[in-house]
């Protein structure tokens, strides 16, 4: 280990990771396995390694630290089961990042964690996740969504400017303003006979999508602002 004013350096196999402030770039580090002796990464520990490519994470990991992949050439990541958040940045800008492998256990995914992974098309959450943070998603590939039961909190522009045409709810999160953007032609189904709950701008969209409630639950759904957002309400059979 080596220490500085601004820096620290921990020695892996063949690597010296510096951790330090985020206009560093690591030019050369195209690939990483962080063994299973690590707990915790730091804040900009990866940010803008363009070349970086494949990150194996380590199997204890508790924390990762704001930012600390933002800006790499990451394809895809499989997150451990011991990880209970994503923060703030995570893997912001990571424009190649195809597949994300959530483990049961996360339960929160923090500001712009995904933001501008334009890449990222389809995605799956673990039932244990309760709150999807602020431009969470903001701008990324992703064309279907799948909410789990148990999210409370899907956070202002949390998929917004996303290509969004199916978007699956199973239980009554908060929606927060500018959350979703729906496609052309849209499918959204909601499962909770009672409506989430929703503002006047948790929507955008040209006001063509379709939306999906349980049978008996139309009138309940009319009654507020989901009306405005859809061309038409539906009871699913």
């Not at 204890?60 to 933002?70: D, M, P, Q, R, Y």
């Not at 998929?159 to 969004?164: A, D, G, Q, V, Y």
């Not at 006001?207 to 009319?222: C, F, Q, R, T």
Request: aromatic residues 12%; negative net charge.
């Amino acid at each position: 280990n080596g220490k500085g004013d601004n820096w620290w350096c921990v020695l892996f196999p063949n690597y010296c990771l510096i951790e330090t402030n985020k206009d560093t770039e690591y030019i050369e580090l195209a690939s990483v396995t962080i063994p299973n002796s690590v707990i915790s990464i730091g804040e900009y520990a990866f940010y803008n390694c363009p070349q970086l490519s494949s990150v194996i994470l380590s199997e204890n990991l508790k924390t990762i630290g704001e930012s600390a992949f933002s800006d790499c050439n990451i394809s895809r990541i499989k997150l451990p089961k011991t990880l209970k958040s994503i923060r703030k940045g995570t893997f912001f800008r990571c424009e190649n990042l195809m597949s994300v492998e959530f483990s049961e256990g996360i339960q929160n995914i923090g500001e712009s964690a995904f933001e501008y992974c334009s890449n990222l098309t389809n995605i799956t959450f673990p039932n244990t996740l309760t709150d999807i943070g602020s431009h969470a998603f903001w701008d990324s590939g992703l064309i279907s969504v799948i909410i789990p039961d148990n999210v409370k909190y899907i956070q202002h522009g949390a998929f917004n400017n996303c290509p969004l045409n199916k978007v699956t709810i199973y239980g009554r999160p908060s929606i927060q303003d500018a959350a979703i953007s729906l496609s052309e032609g849209a499918d959204v189904y909601c499962y909770s006979p009672t409506p989430p709950k929703i503002t006047d701008i948790s929507f955008s969209g040209d006001g063509s999508a379709i939306l999906y409630v349980p049978k008996g639950s139309k009138n309940e759904y009319e009654i507020g602002y989901w009306k405005y957002y859809f061309s038409e309400i539906k009871e699913m059979d």
